[in-house]
């Protein structure tokens, strides 16, 4: 919530600082002005059309205006949404519960072995699926731990987080060999292998206190950001 409410009041610094707000109040009545010619016009094509133009064309002119701010506040709110997500979308496997353990490869694995904590247990042997180039195992915890599971073949090995503790914890769904699939899933460092592209817990879906958390995060951004314009509206 505290995350949610900074983040609607940055954001709404921002556009101000780095936004032209008459220029961008401006550009949302023009648009807001094409699309009642879609309602006023709805016999004249030529009209519909020329007002198809001029939304675009305006529709346009809004987003050069605020492409500075949103290109600065990207990298900040890419990191906390990435954490966020890490830590409240996806809940510990519960003791009992089985969970699907699965290996994208870019290069045929042979004999290839997964190995687990003694209070994890490796259920199936491995099932490939050839057109994906994928390789699953079911696996079960027996009781609450953590540890690492072991992805093994020839001489290479691979270690992958797998979280059953009870409680709120910053889940590794995936860890993979990708500097592109690291920034999504940075829990985990990304391994050098090229043989492997990732390895993928399927964890349970979270929610907190019955939503999403993006419902709680948007809600707190959005009373952040208004709480900010009072604020400033009584200086």
């Not at 101000?16 to 004249?44: G, I, P, Q, Y």
């Not at 057109?131 to 690492?148: D, H």
């Not at 270690?159 to 914890?169: N, Q, R």
Request: aromatic share 10%.
């Amino acid at each position: 919530m505290a995350a949610g409410a900074l983040s609607g009041a940055l954001s709404l610094w921002a556009f101000r600082r780095w936004c032209d707000t008459d220029k961008l109040r401006a550009a949302s009545n023009v648009m807001l002005a094409h699309l009642m010619e879609f309602r006023l016009f709805t016999d004249e094509p030529v009209l519909i059309l020329r007002a198809q133009r001029e939304l675009l064309v305006a529709n346009a002119r809004l987003l050069r205006l605020i492409l500075l701010p949103s290109l600065l506040l990207t990298a900040p709110f890419g990191v906390v949404l990435v954490a966020a997500d890490a830590f409240f979308a996806r809940a510990p496997l519960r003791p009992g519960e089985a969970a699907v353990i699965t290996v994208q490869y870019a290069f045929r694995l042979p004999n290839v072995q997964l190995q687990a904590p003694p209070e994890i247990v490796v259920e199936t042997p491995p099932v490939r699926a050839r057109f994906r180039k994928q390789i699953s195992w079911r696996v079960r915890p027996s009781r609450a731990s953590s540890g690492k599971l072991r992805l093994r073949w020839n001489a290479t090995v691979i270690d992958k987080s797998i979280s059953a503790s009870p409680g709120l914890h910053w889940v590794s769904e995936q860890r993979s060999g990708s500097l592109l699939g690291y920034l999504a899933h940075p829990r985990e460092l990304p391994f050098s292998d090229r043989a492997i592209d990732w390895i993928r817990i399927q964890y349970p879906s979270a929610n907190v206190l019955g939503f999403h958390w993006l419902v709680w995060y948007s809600t707190a951004a959005c009373c952040g950001a208004l709480l900010t314009t009072l604020g400033a509206s009584r200086l």
